[in-house]
C-alpha cells in the first residue's frame, strides 16, 4: 500500500495510529519530533504524512511547511487545537485535512485511505487550458511549461475547475467534492486554498473566477 511516516511525539498515540495504519496495510515510520521527521524526509519520500503540531523543538506548523517545500505528499495534521484560525494556519501551510483530538483512529485511516486513493496516478491524458497543462497520470503541472509544485489539494482542486470549465461551484460543493462528506472545517478552507493555488499560478490564476455570492469557476480569459 503506501509508506506512511507518523510525527507525534507522544508515545501511546504514536503506536495507537501506527497500529491502525498497519491493519490498513501501510507500512508506517515514526519521528518524536520536528527535526527527526525532517532528517527522515530528506532520506525517503513518503506517500503521505500524519503530523502533529505540539512537538519540542520543531511545531508541526514549522515541520508542515518545510515538508512542503520537498514535495507534494498529502498531509493530515492532528492538533489538540480546534480553533478556525489554527486550522487555516495549517491549510496556509499546505495541510490537505485536518484531525482535532481526540479522534477516532478508524477516521484517521479513512481519511488516509481517501487522500490516497485521490493521489494515485490516472491514465488519463493531459489538460491544458491557456497556459496551464495538467498530466493526470502524474499528478503534474506545467505553467507555459515549467513545472509548478502544487500540494495535494490545490491540484485536486485545480483538476476539477479544468474538467469542469465554466461551471459555477459554491464553497459548500467545492468542499464536498474535493474534502468529501465528513470533512471537519468550513468554507474559509477553499477559499484559502484557492488564494494559494492562484498564487502560484502567477497570472494564469485569474482563471479562477470568483463571483460574488456565489462561488467560483474556471474560464480561461485573455
Same mark, same amino acid.
Given at each position: 500500500? %503506501? ?15 501506527a497500529d491502525y ?5 501501510? @507500512? ?26 505540539? *512537538? ?10 518545510? %515538508? ?29 485535512? /485536518? ?7 478508524k477516521v484517521l ?41 502544487? @500540494? ?9 475547475? *479544468? ?21 471537519? +472545517?468550513? =468554507?474559509? =478552507? ?11 499560478? +502567477?497570472? %494564469?490564476?485569474? /482563471? ?7 462561488? /467560483?469557476?474556471?474560464?480561461?480569459? @485573455?
Open positions: 500500500m %503506501a509508506n506512511i511516516l507518523i510525527v507525534e511525539d507522544e508515545k501511546n498515540m504514536q503506536i495507537i495510529i495504519m498497519k491493519k490498513g496495510g501501510h @507500512t508506517c515510520f515514526t519521528a518524536d519530533d520536528g527535526i527527526d521527521a525532517l532528517m527522515f524526509l530528506k532520506n525517503q519520500p513518503m506517500d503521505l504524512l500524519i503530523l502533529d503540531i505540539m *512537538m519540542p523543538h520543531l511545531d508541526g506548523f514549522s515541520v508542515c511547511k518545510l %515538508a512542503r517545500e520537498m514535495g507534494n505528499m498529502p498531509i493530515i495534521m492532528l492538533t489538540a487545537k480546534s480553533s478556525e484560525e489554527d486550522k487555516l494556519k495549517g491549510y496556509e501551510y499546505g495541510a490537505d485535512d /485536518y484531525m482535532t483530538k481526540p479522534f477516532s483512529p485511516l479513512a481519511k488516509v485511505n481517501a487522500l490516497l486513493r485521490r493521489s494515485a496516478p490516472t491514465s488519463a491524458g493531459a489538460l491544458c487550458a491557456g497556459e496551464i497543462t495538467l498530466h493526470p497520470d502524474s499528478h503534474k503541472v506545467f505553467l507555459r511549461g515549467v513545472e509548478v509544485s502544487l @500540494t495535494h489539494t490545490e491540484y485536486e482542486l485545480l483538476h476539477f475547475f *479544468m474538467v469542469n470549465p465554466g461551471q459555477i461551484f459554491t464553497r459548500d460543493q467545492l468542499l464536498n467534492r474535493i474534502w468529501g462528506y465528513d470533512f471537519d +472545517g468550513n =468554507t474559509r =478552507t477553499v477559499d484559502v486554498h484557492i488564494k494559494n493555488l492562484r498564487q502560484k499560478l +502567477g497570472p %494564469a490564476g485569474r /482563471y479562477i473566477v470568483t463571483l460574488i455570492r456565489s462561488g /467560483y469557476k474556471f474560464e480561461v480569459t @485573455t
